[in-house]
């Protein structure tokens, strides 16, 4: 019996409900280039709490705009307890009732005050929020391309390791048929197993690149259902030091956080000296007594008397928050243009070595490599010469893999760093 026949109709339905969108999902989650890396790390986890700090930050916003509330006071006063309250209803009784509204007159603008340190507080928040994502972009774009240099390495390893198991093999022939001598076939054994050793390491790394890749996307991937687009950078044109422009540290998030919080600290310091001009509490209350008059108005004015103390304690805080912040400024800037010119040397120096090793040292290494076997199978090249020309190339196309990450990551990093109009020299 199949298993449409042993589901009724709602529930099959309701299976088909649950698997249909998980199976599109698989359908169109399956490709992962650099745009989707990017993507994914700007919803992350640490993205997220980031985002939630930068709500928390705008909630005190709307706390700190509002005036203090308004007090109502209601109470019962004047009962005779040696002659009694008289007889009658309640509202007849000799009993002094009164009902009334004290509020407090904030004096020296320190709503607006409050308001304003908070919104700064916030905008910094958002500023936060927004150096977070560029932060999980760097890293998921770095961890992407140690992926592809991991794949790459670990593609040219294994058929590094099945050209040297053949010629094994072919050896192993060569000496049964007395062509070879028994040193030479067993120096071949060993170079492959060496080559299937580093085919293995090579396996592994890519194995730690997929899940250090995950950690900064909250993607589960797995290579043998998902298909990794190799995004890389072309090689650009090399850019001097006058690149980078001091007008480009005002657009880093970092330093705006920095600059909204120098301005929270400067309204917080407005605020505490606003603390010396003393709040009025005012009020009002309606007495009802029957035996004097059913209509008594009572107005009320209530003052701090600041004696002694004039909030030395809070300025002084304050101001000395205020000039942390200016610190922080200030340091904030400078790592900001050493950060700049720090991603420029390493572009133009990545830059170089990509364009070296690209045009230059990996297609003689190959070159170099494929000759010596040729020569080696034709008896013109000795065994030690084939053995150093492969050795060559092993660690060439692992300089080469790393060398072409080193310049994508550093080609990111610019563009993430720097203004988009001014990013790239395309």
């Known amino acids: 019996m199949s298993i449409r026949q042993n ?11 649950l698997a249909l969108p998980l199976w599109g999902g698989l359908a169109c989650a399956d490709t992962l280039g650099l745009p989707q890396v990017l993507e994914a790390a700007r919803n992350n986890l640490d993205v997220s709490m980031a985002r939630q700090a930068a709500e928390a930050a705008r909630a005190d916003v709307l706390a700190a705009d509002r005036s203090p509330f308004p007090i109502f006071t209601a109470k019962t006063s ?58 999980q972009q760097l890293g998921a774009a770095s961890a992407y391309f140690d992926l592809l240099a991991a794949m790459e390495r670990n593609r040219e390893m294994q058929a590094l390791a099945s050209s040297a ?7 192993s022939v060569r000496l049964k048929a007395g062509d070879l001598s028994a040193q030479e ?16 390491s090579a396996q592994l790394d890519q194995e730690r690149a997929v899940l250090q890749l995950g950690q900064f996307t909250n993607l589960r991937i797995n290579l043998k259902d998902w298909q990794i687009n190799a995004d890389w950078p072309l090689l650009q044109a090399m850019l001097d030091a006058s690149t980078v422009q001091e007008a480009w540290l005002d657009q880093r998030p ?25 709040d009025l509490t005012l009020g009002s209350s309606l007495d009802h007594y029957p035996s004097q008059s059913r209509r008594l108005l009572e107005l009320r004015v209530s003052v701090p008397l600041q004696w002694g103390y004039g909030y030395e304690g809070e300025i002084g805080r304050a101001q000395a928050q205020l000039t942390l912040a200016q610190d922080l400024l200030d340091k904030t800037r400078r790592d900001a243009l050493a950060d700049f010119q720090r991603l420029l040397q390493e572009r133009n120096a990545a830059q170089q070595r990509e364009a070296l090793y690209e045009q230059d040292i990996l297609p003689r290494a190959r070159r170099v490599a494929e000759q010596a076997e040729l020569a080696y199978t034709q008896g013109a090249s000795s065994l ?43």
């Open 78 to 135: 004047q009962m005779d307890l040696e002659h009694g309250i008289g007889a009658g209803p309640f509202g007849q009784k000799k009993i002094d009732k009164s009902g009334g509204i004290d509020w407090t007159w904030e004096r020296g603008n320190k709503r607006g005050l409050r308001t304003q340190s908070a919104e700064r507080q916030a905008n910094a928040a958002v500023a936060d929020l927004q150096d977070m994502r560029v932060m």
């Open 254 to 278: 970092d330093v705006v956080a920095a600059l909204e919080r120098v301005s929270a600290a400067r309204a917080a310091l407005e605020l505490a000296q606003a603390q010396k001009k003393s």
């Open 185 to 200: 076939s067993a120096r071949l054994e060993i170079e492959a197993q060496r080559a299937q050793a580093d085919a293995h």
């Open 7 to 17: 589901l009724h109709p709602r529930r099959l339905s309701w299976v088909l409900s």
């Open 384 to 426: 030690t010469d084939l053995l150093d020309a492969r050795r060559t190339l092993r660690s060439t196309l692992i300089e080469a893999a790393f060398t072409r990450a080193d310049y994508a990551k550093a080609h990111t990093a610019w563009q993430l760093r720097t203004p988009p109009q001014t990013a790239s020299t395309r």
């Open 165 to 171: 198991r053949l010629l094994a093999q072919s050896a």
